[in-house]
């Protein structure tokens, strides 16, 4: 089976997810500048087949769009224009990065991990893509 690949994507940064090839498990992945990303997912879907990309789509409390949104959706244009065989789906991303933080603090991570935004976005992927392997079951 292909990987499904799940995007936290950020202003200076994005957080990415992946399944295994059943798509049991949501793994952190990797933490990559915005300007490189396309160039780092062109290089991992030439190594890994990926059958799916999630991105997490940033919406206040009243299901409006947040300010990210414009970005976001700019970026699934480019993304539908780069991998035109694969599909794109939009999740849901409100409170991951909360929950991100609260999962390092349960599992015990050090305070200078917490800090470091790269981390949390990794964290924050991980989540997004959970939740949507989730409602596909």
Known sequence: MSRILAIDYGAKRCGIAVTDPLQIIATALETVRTHDLMEFLKKYC?????????????????????????RVVSFIKTLKKGFPGIPVHEHDERFTSQMALQSMIAAGS?????????????????????SYMEGMR
Do not use: C, H, W, Y
């Open 110 to 130: 050090k305070k200078s991990d917490r800090r470091d935004k790269g981390n949390i976005d990794k964290i924050s992927a991980t989540i997004i893509l959970q």
């Open 46 to 70: 030439l190594s890994e087949d990926v059958q799916t990309f999630v991105i997490g789509m940033p919406k206040r409390l009243d299901n409006t769009e947040s300010d990210n949104a414009a």
